[in-house]
């Protein structure tokens, strides 16, 4: 009984029009997609590539160690093909070096604005615009279409169950939607194999995670539709209620979320931090130099009463240590900075993360977000990426400065030039070396960010579950529905 | 005749509770967009005024020109309220330096990523994704679903022709339709200088060209929608077909004109031609190396005027070497812009086969929120930045190109406190947006070519009807 | 009836129509039939046996391949909307606009049919004279039972007050009681002088006030029969033995000497 109710649900969907039409529109918004997708990640492979060419000049032709600055690029992830998530809209490299804190800049879309107009589509955009639509569309009148047909009292004439009809359908539409979805989504993975993406066990763990939460979240607008058409009697109305279920869901929840918690958390805006920043790093320089004149002026008041070559002497014994002297305090003064610049943009990170916490549980009132922020997730394109890169930036300008402040003592110069105005021998330039290049051989090396399994998988189970649990509530709800359904 | 299929269309568009649903939803996105808009506008503002402001604290707590850091932030345009555009996309701030390039950074998505992952739903977004969507399902059966009711058969039981019956369906849905969406756009507007966002007249002007060209939008969809329903028999079918040519038109064609124009215009990798000026900069730094060591004070230099005498000859050879860079990079740059001004225009040219992207095209360039308003930035950044250098140089004596920082230390006695900068002494960067008539002028092809659309979906309707079987 | 000093001229005519589909089916084949003022024609026929045809025929829905349909004297596919101010039509299973009330069907259909100066009152005459409750003058038509839309079409009809009426199956799923309404409906409508065509399925109803019956195969008329000539003739068997005959292609000659009588 159950197998020929499943045969008919599904001979139904394969022999009508819509399916063939679906069908066809799908697989060529999923194939331009993935194709799309490919030719941007090997657009950024590239700048990738470039940028790591332009950090080894910079670094060959830099001629003393106070010259040397490196040029961090993020690195372009074979998931985001998938789901670019913010890669376009967040910065792709960054400066490092002494005097500037870790800023990713350039973002995909303001070098390329072309592509910010139309904005890029994604396999996770097509999924969750298009093919939730279509989900509707095959079931806003599963069951009152039926009663409208009046096939629904030609069925139950016979001895049924109403929850073995309800399952059948449910499994009919599935295996009939689903199942030819999965052939161009294997057909991009295909692309994926001919283009020779470089893809890791982890990458296809997660599209492979992510295949299977698009097919949850489909299941969900299935189970919607057929909840929606087991409580209502006209199939008219039921596609009409199904649309603005839709729109709120796909369109508005998730935007209102963001809004709203844009309003109850503030954050400030990057401007005003780096205002701070400066500030504070102003006030610190001017400290110094008014400390480093009361320093001068003591040593002065030192010499005082020595004759001229009483004080060459001592100047010149004491130069080292005067040097290491300023050199400390130098040292200090941009610890300091740093120090300040990071609790500052650690307060800011705390509140942003604040404010994305509260914006992405509004937003996943409606499991649109739920699917959307999990899909990120699991292609590491997430809003946390741009944290993430910046951070372990961060922890490499560490060693990088250590590396370079170390060779800078080891070839005892300093960076720069080095003028000193005399009265006697008037102005000397020192250049520093000019000559050889710099032996970079045991410079640290930079790595990004690891994407481990937790981080990614891990980090979007919950929104498994929750996607997990409103299917399991929806089709209750349409057992429910349906038991109680008046069948003339 | 024409007069009362009219009237009946309105009434039976009216009347149902198609649109009483969709009307209601309809009046609530627009009105979210208008609000939601004017929130995203008014801390857009807010973040331009905190750094103007935090730029003139800076510049006011130093005391020497030459230390200042100084720069120019893009004012947001008041109609990203409505149609949002590239404006969270390209960079907003250029720090301002003497000569050399200039670039922007700071784009709000790269700041603020949180509004990235959904992005905003602005008027534009509704009227090219909702808006058209809706005129799919109220239109989709507007012939069909009359054949199957039997009405068509009865209409055409009394001395009506057809050309009248189906102009009076296209004009009566259009007209009931787009009065109705008017309602809460109106609103909306009205709305908008409370929310605390102020249009100038221009800016109102601009405005109301948006919402001609919405409406127009609006019924090039609905005249596909019509004539699709007055070329199928069932109505499921046109619904159907009409989901594609949205789909095709709304998704599809514009990203692909994109990619293929990509294709056809090969424009080189930016980051490859950053390496290529870096090297060339370097090199010229190499060459200018030896004549730095071999500095010598010319003869007679009183020490005092030591530093001095440094910097105009640091300063000289800066400017030479300035001058071939300058030349070098324009040179690339022009080269790199023209490529990618090429690649725009046939990927924009291409996508304008969707009348979705037309729509983009035209609000955006009204709302002066189009790509233009990244080249405009920068066009203005760079004349600013003449006065910019004439002021530093009348200032510091140099145009500040060389970038190091200098720590005085004097060893002599107390010195007199220095006055903190006057910040109104700097020349100010205004932007200024494109007037109405610029912008009228820039968006009327974009204008006529939806008339276009709308004539020749109309006139499709009306042919198909013309030969549509009545039985 | 067959008096030729009181005949009045024919309000509805097909002369030779002939209609061949793209396909090669041949929906009617060079049919005449003629009604005339105050008269009643049926045409019975099975399904596909060219009914509805001829009314779209009539009605310009489809341009017959030879032959004409003419409505008062107005060839109706050279001069549709002339020809068409002269008829009024009800259809099987009438919709209407489902959204709009009985009210506001009937003055959108009414003027569409010429006539603009009936007020509120005619209106609720027209439908109180179709047997339609008033308290279902001012509702929406998607609630209507098939029966009171079938009645509001009727209405419409008896509003354009045109010389001749075309009944596409108009008792089709009516109950009863529904369709002995209809027919004293449209006796009344004859005996007012109105020249009316219809198709049915029904063959005691098109005995009971037909002055003409037709029966129709294939798209050719088979046999037609006065209200005199059927009196005291079990039709139901005349028909059934005409269709059967048909098939055998035997009288095919009788019916054509009816057809001349």
Known sequence: ????????????????????????????????????????????????????????????????????????????????????????????????????????????????????????????????????????????????????????????????????????????????????????????????????????????????????????????????????????????????????????????????????????????????????????????????????????????????????????????????????????????????????????????????????????????????????????????????????????????????????????????????????????????????????????????????????????????????????????LGFGGSVLAFMRYDLR | MFKFIFIKELRDIIQSSRFTISFAVCSVLIILAFVMGAQNYLSSKAQYDAAIQENRNQIAAHTEWMMVEHSITLPPQPLMTLVTGVSNDIGRNIAMSGRGELRAENTRFNDEPIFAVFRFMDLEFIFGIVLSLFAKIFAYDAINGEKNRGTLKLCFANPLSRANFIAGKLVGSFVGLSVALLIPILIGCALLPVLGVQLTTDEWLKLSLILIAGILYFGVFLAITIAISASTVKPSNAFLIGLVVWIFAVLIIPRTSVLISGRIVDVPNIDEITAQKNRYRTQLFDEDRPKMSNFQLPEGTEIENAMTAFQSFMSDLASARQEKIDVFNARLNEEYSNKKRAQEQLALSLSRISPTSVFTLVTTQLAGTSLNLQHNFMDEAYTYQNAYADFMQEKTGSNRSSGFRMIMITTGGDEEEPEPLDPDELPQFIFSGQSFSEAAQAGMIDLSLLILFNLIFFGGAFRAFLNYDLR | MQNSTIQAAPLLEAVELTKVYEDGVKALNNLNLVVREGEIYAMLGGNGAGKTTTINAFLDFIQPTSGKALINGIDANALPLEAKKHVAFVSENVQLYPNFTAMQNLDFFVRLGGKSHYERLDYERALHRVGLQSEAFDRKLKDFSKGMRQKCGIAIAILKDAPAILLDEPTSGLDPKAGKEFTRLVAELRDEGKAILMSTHDIFRAKEIADYVGILNNGELVAEKTKAELEGVNLEELYVEYMAGYMDEAPVSGSLSNNLS
Not at chain 1, 308 to 317: G, I, K, S, W
């Open chain 1, 1 to 472: 009984m159950f197998s020929l109710l499943l045969q008919k649900e599904l001979k139904n969907i394969i022999t009508s029009p819509k399916f063939t039409a679906t069908f066809l529109v799908c697989s060529l918004l999923i194939l331009i997609s993935v194709f799309i997708g490919i030719n941007e990640y090997e657009n950024a492979v590239a700048q990738y590539q470039a940028n790591q060419e332009i950090a080894r000049q910079n670094i060959a032709e830099a001629t003393s160690w106070g010259r040397v600055r490196n040029l961090l690029h993020r690195e372009p992830n074979p998931v985001q093909i998938f789901v670019s998530g913010v890669h376009f809209d967040v910065g792709r490299l960054s400066n490092i070096s002494d005097y500037n804190d870790v800023k990713l800049v350039r973002s995909p879309y303001s070098d390329e604005t072309l592509f910010a107009i139309f904005r890029v589509i994604d396999f996770a955009f097509i999924v969750q615009i298009v093919l939730s639509l279509f989900a509707i569309l095959f079931t806003y009148d599963a069951i009152n279409g039926e009663r409208e047909q009046g096939t629904l009292k030609l069925a139950f004439a016979n001895s049924i169950s109403r929850a073995k009809y309800l399952i059948a359908k449910f499994s009919g539409i599935w295996l009939g939607l689903i199942v030819p979805l999965l052939i161009p989504i294997l057909l991009g993975m295909l692309m994926l194999i001919a283009f020779k993406v470089p893809l890791a066990s982890t990458d296809w763990l997660s599209i492979i995670s992510l295949v299977g939460l698009s097919v949850l979240y489909i299941s969900l607008f299935i189970v919607i539709g057929i909840l929606v058409s087991a409580i209502t009697r006209s199939s008219s109305l039921s596609f009409l209620l199904l649309l603005v279920i839709w729109i709120s869901g796909v369109l508005i929840v998730p935007r209102l979320g963001v809004m709203a918690a844009g309003q109850i958390v503030q954050v400030e805006s990057v401007a005003q931090i780096e205002a701070k920043q400066e500030a504070f790093q102003k006030a610190r320089w001017d400290d110094y130099s008014a400390e480093l004149t009361e320093v001068w002026q003591e040593r002065e008041a030192q010499m005082e009463g020595m004759s001229d070559e009483e004080r060459t002497a001592y100047r010149d014994e004491m130069e080292w240590t005067w040097l290491e002297e300023d050199d400390a305090s130098r040292k200090q003064v941009q610890s300091d900075i740093i120090t300040n610049n990071r609790r500052l943009l650690e307060e800011s990170q705390n509140r942003k993360k604040l404010q994305e916490q509260l914006a992405f549980n509004i937003a996943r009132i409606s499991p649109v977000a739920s699917f959307q922020l999990a899909a990120m997730k699991l292609a590491g394109t997430d809003v946390g990426l741009k944290n993430r890169y910046e951070t372990s930036m961060r922890l490499y300008k560490d060693d990088f400065s250590e590396y370079i402040q170390q060779k800078e003592a080891e070839e005892g110069g300093h960076g720069g030039f080095n003028i000193s105005i005399d009265s006697e021998q008037g102005v000397q330039i020192d250049f520093g070396r000019n000559d050889q290049t710099l032996d970079t051989s045991e410079m640290p090396q930079y790595q990004s960010p690891e994407l481990r399994l937790q981080d990614t998988v891990g980090a979007a189970l919950f929104d498994f579950g929750f996607l997990g649990v409103c299917i399991v």
